[in-house]
């Protein structure tokens, strides 16, 4: 009976110790700094590390003051200890932690400054624009 009973204290303690998997993406910037968002929610400044539950595709969002912001959707690919069935072993009864870190670089382009031309064309649509307005506004 003590048998039984030190078997099963010890099983429980191994359930205890056994470790899980811990699931992060790491996105870094360059230049570094940028606020990033992933699918919608803001995460911190790169580089910056985001924890995840479930795999699939994110959508990443970084803006810098200075440089064009940039959106990319990344997969976040299955690997094979997290497939159906394994993911048990994986999760409960694999001892000790199993990291799955994900990557992801983006490259923020400095921001332009408009053209002489592409101001006009901006001027002649806000002026066409309120031509309709007053037109409309005088129709009635």
Not at 25 to 51: C, K, Y
Not at 111 to 131: C, F, K, W
Request: with cysteine; hydrophobic share 45%; proline share 7%.
């Amino acid at each position: 009976m003590l048998r039984v009973v030190r078997a099963t204290g010890a099983l429980v303690l191994l359930l205890f110790l056994a470790g899980c998997v811990e699931r992060r993406l790491w996105v870094r910037t360059d230049p570094p700094g940028a606020t990033v968002r992933i699918n919608g929610d803001e995460v911190g400044n790169a580089p910056v590390s985001w924890r995840f539950d479930h795999y699939g595709t994110v959508l990443v969002e970084a803006e810098l003051a200075g440089h064009q912001p940039v959106q990319q959707a990344f997969l976040l690919k299955t690997p094979w200890y997290q497939k159906p069935v394994v993911d048990f072993f994986a999760d409960v009864l694999w001892p000790g932690k199993i990291k799955d870190d994900h990557e992801l670089a983006l490259r923020l382009e400095p921001e332009r400054p408009l053209t002489p031309a592409e101001i006009q064309a901006g001027i002649d649509e806000v002026r066409e624009g309120a031509r309709k307005l007053r037109a409309e506004a005088e129709k009635e």
